[in-house]
Every structure is written in structure tokens, then in C-alpha cells.
T-cell receptor, first 115, second 111 residues
């Protein structure tokens, strides 16, 4: 079946603008994660959705960042009033969480450039 | 929360030699430890994982060992090849919780 998809693949925006990044997880995967990866850096956790539970937002760097997951499937990460330091690749991942932890599958990422 | 440390940050080996990457974790409740390979410009992909009820797992040239008492786990790549060159990430997780990633190891295999 199809893997995790993300759109857009690239986004260039001007400082101060809002952006929305989309993630389509693998069908049936109840867990969805957002990460940020700056150039040459590791994976910075942003937010985690698990089924109908309240999301774990502990990784969001500021109140300019928010995320939603509608209908337990598609997720949107919104960055308001973008800053140059927001420039990074934003990765989404999903997993089939049931009785235990299972493998995460990553999407191709969205490369965000804030001018 | 969990804290995962990964060493070394960079590693260069001659083709055919072995490479070892080590990670430590802090949360004794973590029970799942995956390793991801990320080639330049591509998404991370799982290469091997181990659960806390197992001490070692092997898949062809790669193996992972886990020491629960010491809270560390390692990735071993034998007979390295140029295509093994990539960034490798370790991670730790437990049921119902997020994944915590190490900072990555950039492996270069010199032909």
C-alpha cells in the first residue's frame, strides 16, 4: 500500500507569513508524529497524536506552532508568523500502535525555507 | 522524560571493516529500540530494531545488541560497503509514548 505522504515537498515563504504542512499517514495507523530536522541535525520531536487521546504537544517550540489531526487520519502542522529559524525539513511519521510499540514509517518531508 | 545519547557523531571506516555506533538511554521503561538509516536528502528508514526482551538481533551484515541493566544498545555493521555511508539514528520508546532519537552518527565508508 501507499506510504506516508507529505505536501508540499518544498515551501518557500516570506518571514511573517503563515504556512500549513500536510501529512497523510498510512491507512489504519493510529499514531502520528511530527519532527523537525535542521540541516545536518537530528530529529527534533514536535508533536505526537495517538488515536483519540489528547496529543503530546511537549515538543512544540513556541505558540506559533500548532497541529491538528482530523478524523484520526490526515494531520496539518501550522506555523504562524514564520521566522527564519523555522527553516528546516519537517518530517511526519506514522505507526500502527496497538499492543505495543511498532515501527515508525516516515514521509518524504517538507523542506521549508523562510526568507 | 527519556534522554537518548548517541556516539560517535562521525565515523569513518575503510571498506570491509566493521562499524559500531553506541546509544544510551535513561528511562528503564523504554522497551523498543529502532535504528534508522538516512541517506542524503532522503527520509529515515528502519534498518533493524530490538525489543527489551531480547539481547541481540542480527540481519545479515547488521546486528543490534541491548544491555538493559546498563541501559545501552549498539549497532554493529560488518563488512562495510560504500553504500552503507549515511546518517544513522538510534531511538528509544515505550508503549503509548513518543520516540526519542539520538543526535545521529554520520558514517563514511572509504573505498
Amino acid at each position: 500500500g501507499a506510504g506516508v505522504s507529505q505536501s508540499p515537498s518544498n515551501k518557500v515563504t516570506e518571514k511573517g507569513k503563515d504556512v500549513e504542512l500536510r501529512c497523510d499517514p498510512i491507512s489504519g495507523h493510529t499514531a502520528l508524529y511530527w519532527y523537525r530536522q535542521s540541516l545536518g541535525q537530528g530529529l527534533e520531536f514536535l508533536i505526537y497524536f495517538q488515536g483519540n487521546s489528547a496529543p503530546d504537544k511537549s515538543g512544540l517550540p513556541s505558540d506559533r506552532f500548532s497541529a491538528e489531526r482530523t478524523g484520526g487520519s490526515v494531520s496539518t502542522l501550522t506555523i504562524q508568523r514564520t521566522q527564519q529559524e523555522d527553516s528546516a525539513v519537517y518530517l511526519c511519521a506514522s505507526s500502527l500502535a496497538g499492543q505495543g510499540v511498532t515501527e515508525q514509517f516516515f514521509g518524504p518531508g517538507t523542506r521549508l525555507t523562510v526568507l | 522524560g527519556e534522554n537518548v545519547e548517541q556516539h560517535p557523531s562521525t565515523l569513518s571506516v575503510q571498506e570491509g571493516d566493521s562499524a559500531v555506533i553506541k546509544c544510551t538511554y535513561s528511562d528503564s521503561a523504554s522497551n523498543y529500540f529502532p535504528w534508522y538509516k538516512q541517506e542524503l536528502g532522503k527520509r529515515p528508514q528502519l534498518i533493524i530494531d530490538i525489543r527489551s526482551n531480547v539481547g541481540e538481533k542480527k540481519d545479515q551484515r547488521i546486528a543490534v545488541t541491548l544491555n538493559k541493566t546498563a541501559k545501552h544498545f549498539s549497532l554493529h555493521i560488518t563488512e562495510t560497503q560504500p553504500e552503507d555511508s549515511a546518517v544513522y539514528f538510534c531511538a528509544a520508546s515505550r508503549t503509548g509514548n513518543q520516540f526519542y532519537f539520538g543526535t545521529g552518527t554520520s558514517l563514511t565508508v572509504i573505498p
